[in-house]
Every structure is written in C-alpha cells, then in structure tokens.
C-alpha cells in the first residue's frame, strides 16, 4: 500500500500508525529491511527527526531493529510479539519452557477433542516436513518445521486465543530454540512426535496431554 504525505499534527504519531500498518499488513514482512531513511522522509512528507522519533518508537515496541550499518528491519508484526521476545530475552530459560509447556500441553490436549479431518491431514503433513529437516541434519529447517508442527497442533484446538498467543509466544521462543539446538542435529537428542499425533487422532486427550508435556523435556534444568 503507498505511503502518504503527513499533514496534519501531531506528525510523529501519524507516521508512526502508517509504519505500523506497513508491518501489521504483511507489506512489510517480518525479516525484511524497511526502505531507506531518505526513501521514508520523500513518502511521508515529514523530517528526518520526525521519522527517526517514529522508528525509535517502534524500536521500543520491539516491531522494528535498526541494524548499525546495516539498516532497519522488521522483528515483528504486532506488539504481543515484541513484547514476548524482550521479555524471554531476560526470562530464565526454566521459567519459558514451563510456560511453553502449559500451552504446549492445553492445545494437544483440545487438538485431541476438537480436530478435524483436515486438522489431522495437515498435522501429518506438518510432522513428515519436521522429520525430513531432521533426517537431512538440517538443524536451521528442522526448527522451523518444529516451530511449524506445533503451530499445527495449536490450530487444531479451535480456540482461537490459545492459537494468537501460541503463535506470538512460538515465534519469540524460536530463537531460543536456534540456540538450545546449535548448528547441528544429534542423534541422541531425537524426540519423535509421532505418539501425539496418534493421540490427537485417536481423540484421547489425556494420552496426547502426557505426550505434550514430554517433549520439553530437552531444555529442563531441574
């Protein structure tokens, strides 16, 4: 969508809500590199120091990150998610995967009651991508074929609270997970998925509880 001319005060927050609107709509997608600072000043209309004041902002809410000599880039698409990555950045890493672990644990657990056909062709599907990444030994795939098989899991619980905060709290968490995994898979370090996947399918809800819960069980320090 084109940007336009700021024309009436205050000029800071009118250029801060169409940056904004920039990320939330996809135009700018997480990970990329937002236009030039010269490039911003001719769209908006406005000065260097008022566009500047915006971005430091949207730095603050954690949307965007200025990269010295390399430029500005998108780090999320809405506060929540910004929000979540500063504060597991300083959280124990205990204390994330225990809350990781309740939501993990509640969304197989409504999977297993609510899934629907569809839920259950997407699941296997989401869960052949997570064991080819680890059968190629592609550690940087297999977390996100991980990070994708448990969003799936989370979509098939219906509630669509459990699913927004999933996929804020996942998205944030996956940098933790870059970092637990390194830069290669380890045999010994294998968790199979395919037991909660049959449990969502077969609708026990207990069994894929117990199933969730022990997947974490990687980053415990207790």
Not at 10 to 15: A, E, I, T
Not at 79 to 107: K, S
Request: aromatic letters at 4%; a negative charge; proline letters at 3%.
């Amino acid at each position: 969508m084109p940007l336009h001319s700021a024309a009436r005060t205050p000029l800071v927050d009118q250029v801060i809500a169409q940056l904004r609107e920039q990320i939330s709509s996809g135009e700018w997608p997480v990970g990329s590199k937002i236009p030039t600072e010269p490039d911003l000043v001719a769209a908006l209309g406005v000065g260097r120091n008022t566009l500047r004041e915006a971005v430091r902002a949207l730095a603050h809410l954690g949307l965007l990150e200025s990269r010295q000599g390399a430029g500005t880039y998108v780090r999320a698409d809405n506060e929540l998610v910004g929000a979540v990555r500063r504060r597991l950045a300083r959280a124990e890493l205990r204390d994330a995967t225990e809350v990781r672990r309740g939501l993990e644990v509640e969304a197989a657990r409504l999977a297993a009651r609510r899934r629907t056909a569809d839920d259950l062709t997407a699941l296997r599907a989401a869960l052949a991508a997570r064991d080819e990444a680890w059968d190629a030994k592609d550690a940087q795939l297999f977390v996100e074929t991980d990070a994708r098989f448990h969003h799936a899991v989370a979509a098939c619980s219906h509630n669509a609270m459990l699913i927004e905060l999933y996929a804020d709290f996942g998205e944030a968490l996956r940098d933790v997970l870059h970092t637990c995994v390194g830069g290669e898979v380890r045999p010994d370090e294998y968790l199979s998925h395919t037991g909660l996947v049959e449990a969502i399918a077969a609708g026990d809800e207990d069994r894929a509880a117990v199933e969730a819960a022990t997947f974490l069980r990687l980053f415990d320090t207790t």
